[in-house]
């Protein structure tokens, strides 16, 4: 079965500080997405990876960047933690027309 | 991008078949059309996914008319588990181009 690892299913941090959302998948896929998921505003993309040092914007990338130095991890970081970004972030990577595969999700709380 | 259409919400009984409808006029080519659902606080998790006719697995059956303009997820004889998110979305599969979640169809079953 394929896994997709978040490193923490919830956190609370800081405004202000810079947050490291780590995401891990084992199945050597190359492709992998950030979302955050928000009441009554479903799943939004944030930053998406198709290859490794690859990043490209997805449709709310303010505030964020992404790190993809290796293969089987997608880093997600806020740069400066604000309120606004309190939300459920959801990591997904992509097996070629099969399917994406998601993490359990970290639920983010930023005070 | 693909953009997809599908109801909101559906209530149903348990042991029903459930039918939702995905519109997505503007499908590519080499588009492939994929399920998800999702429970509260989960990540979403694949269903099923087809390209053109008829696609069936253990879980669900998935209908494509030939012009793929739309499609049809059916659940046979949903249970109470079955009350979840539900959503289509249209991809080349490769994932080089942004998965892009739609609003989705909230299912409601009932005993």
């Known amino acids: 079965d394929v896994k997709v690892t978040q490193s923490s299913r919830y956190l609370v941090k800081r405004t202000g500080e810079k947050v490291f959302l780590e995401c891990v998948q084992d199945m050597d896929h190359e492709n992998m997405f950030w979302y955050r998921q928000d009441p009554g505003l479903g799943l939004r993309l944030i930053y998406f990876s198709y290859d490794v040092k690859m990043k490209e914007k997805g449709d709310i990338p303010e505030g964020y960047s992404v790190s993809r130095e290796k293969k089987e991890r997608f880093s997600l970081i806020l740069e400066s933690a604000s309120t606004n970004q309190t939300s459920m972030y959801l990591c997904a990577s992509i097996k070629q027309a099969v399917g994406a595969f998601f993490g359990q999700g970290t639920r983010l709380t930023v005070v | 991008l693909a953009k997809t259409t599908q109801p909101i919400s559906m209530d149903s009984y348990e042991g029903q078949e459930v039918n939702i409808t995905c519109s997505h006029n503007?499908?590519?080519?080499?588009?492939?059309i994929t399920w998800y659902q999702q429970f509260p606080s989960q990540g979403p998790r694949f269903i099923i996914q087809g390209y053109k006719t008829k696609v069936t697995n253990e879980v669900a059956s998935l209908f494509i008319p030939a012009d793929r303009k739309s499609s049809t997820l059916s659940l046979p004889r949903v249970s109470l588990s079955d009350t979840a998110v539900y959503y289509c979305l249209v991809g080349d599969g490769t994932g080089r181009r942004a998965l892009t979640f739609g609003s989705g169809t909230r299912l409601q079953v009932q005993p």
């Open positions: 503007n499908i590519a080519t080499n588009d492939y």
